[in-house]
């Protein structure tokens, strides 16, 4: 089973960046997954912010993170970060990492449905 475990989280002003990282363990194959990153803030729903396939060659953002945010992976470290640039009030929420296995495909699933495995989440506060 894979274990995710995410980090970098905090109170930041508006303007400014965050870097999270999503470290998996408990898994053989790290590249046989894509990763996704999702957030939900108080008493709303949650939402699809980012996802990279098994080697990072494909990358999907959510409308209100894109030219914002940046996925990227390192299957050697089993590791994914997000790079939040130009965070707003409106970013804050708890993030979430997690898994799908895909093996090889070309896919970058956006659906919490689609993933199998989850993180506890980081909290994201962005206030002034």
């Known amino acids: 089973q894979v274990q995710l475990v995410e980090s970098g989280g905090g109170l930041v002003r508006p303007g400014s960046s965050l870097r999270l990282s999503c470290a998996a363990s408990a898994v053989r194959t790290f590249s046989d997954y894509a990763v996704g990153w999702f957030r939900r803030a108080p008493g709303s729903e949650i939402e699809f912010v980012a996802a990279?396939?098994?080697?990072?060659?494909?990358?999907y953002y959510g409308g209100s993170v894109k030219g914002r945010f940046t996925i990227s992976r390192d299957n050697a470290k089993k590791m994914v970060s997000l790079q939040m640039n130009s965070l707003k009030p409106e970013d804050t929420a708890v993030y979430y990492c997690?898994?799908?296995?895909?093996?090889?495909?070309?896919?970058?699933?956006?659906?919490?449905?689609?993933?199998?495995?989850w993180g506890q989440g980081t909290q994201v506060t962005v206030s002034s």
């Open positions: 997690a898994a799908d296995w895909t093996g090889n495909r070309e896919v970058v699933p956006d659906a919490a449905y689609e993933y199998d495995y």
């Open positions: 990279i396939n098994w080697n990072g060659g494909n990358t």
